[in-house]
């Protein structure tokens, strides 16, 4: 008789053994009705430590990725929302500035006196038969 399994004695033997190590070869595949603690308690204490510290590794990269990337990190997303306030407030103080500005306009428009004032004081206008006197500050002496 030719044997293709020495170690086998007949053929129930073999059938016993191949049942043995498909066993032991299927032993710590996820079956699918099992839930996630129940596969981690199959695995051996040494796979289950690697396992957990794989998990923690990887959680914790995501962590740093997730408050430190470059780009769409929540830093980032700070710092631009602090920029965005910035420029809100520029914006704000720039629209008060203008509307003060356009009163003052309607004022020198409307006012002749107004109009008066600001032609003397800023461009140096001056009447007809009008005369400026420019006197020596006292600080200057020498």
Same mark, same amino acid.
């Given at each position: 008789?030719?044997?293709?399994? !020495? ?28 839930? !996630? ?6 695995? !051996? ?39 965005? &306030?910035?420029?809100?407030? &520029? ?52």
């Amino acid at each position: 008789m030719l044997r293709l399994y !020495p170690n086998a004695v007949d053929l129930r033997d073999f059938l016993i053994l191949n049942r043995r190590i498909y066993r032991i070869r299927h032993q710590f595949q996820p079956n699918p009705t099992t839930e !996630p603690e129940i596969m981690l308690e199959n695995l !051996p204490q040494m796979q289950r430590r690697a396992l957990i510290a794989l998990a923690t590794a990887l959680g914790l990269a995501l962590l740093w990725w997730v408050v430190f990337a470059p780009t769409n990190s929540t830093v980032h997303y700070h710092r631009i929302q602090k920029n965005l &306030d910035e420029i809100r407030t &520029d914006i704000s103080r720039l629209e008060k500035e203008n509307a003060e500005l356009r009163a003052e306009i309607d004022k020198i428009q409307k006012d002749p006196v107004m109009l008066e004032e600001v032609a003397r004081k800023q461009f140096g206008l001056i009447r007809k038969n009008e005369m400026i006197y420019q006197f020596d500050s006292k600080d200057k002496k020498n």
